[in-house]
């Protein structure tokens, strides 16, 4: 049997459910703003896998990531652009040791091939801002949690208050 005591407050579910929502909200406004951009033709111009290994500075490990670098340009309104982001989301795969990069981002990055044709997502605001691909829209899950995080401080309350 679960003993629910009149002290304490759920203050801690509520701050925690906002931090979700908010974030959660943040992100699925972004991946809005992204899904209404303008798409045109680009080319690439090159297109590789490329691994990066950071040291944090007191650390003697360093972590080790292998990443897809695109750079593509593309011609909006007459002007000719160039550009290497390929989400807001870049995907990537971290690596142990020797560990070749994922057959995820290996098939990725043949998606991506110099000198061919590629749907380029541009700001209509800056067209200097472009991407490849639309991120995954996570922000919902963050969203559902804040909200159920809300609902249980809510019932919280309304246990300790016997009701």
Do not use: C
Request: aromatic share 12%; hydrophobic share 40%; no cysteine.
């Amino acid at each position: 049997m679960i003993t629910i005591t009149k002290t304490g407050a759920p203050s801690g579910l509520i701050i925690l459910g906002l931090i979700f929502f908010v974030t959660g909200a943040l992100m699925m406004f972004q991946n809005a703003k992204e899904t209404s951009w303008q798409a045109v033709q680009g080319i690439v111009i090159n297109s590789d896998i490329v691994r990066e290994e950071k040291t944090l500075t007191g650390n003697t490990t360093s972590a080790k990531s292998w990443y897809l670098q695109v750079t593509y340009e593309y011609t909006l309104d007459g002007v000719t652009y160039q550009n290497n982001e390929i989400s807001s989301a870049p995907p990537n795969s971290n690596a142990s040791g020797d560990t070749p990069p994922s057959k995820k981002l290996v098939a990725l990055s043949k998606r991506f091939v110099s000198g061919e044709a590629v749907t380029v997502y541009v700001s209509p605001k800056n067209p200097n801002k472009s991407i490849l691909l639309h991120a995954p829209n996570y922000g919902i899950w963050g969203v559902l949690i804040g909200f159920l995080l809300f609902a249980g401080a809510f019932y919280w309350s309304r246990l300790r208050a016997g009701g």
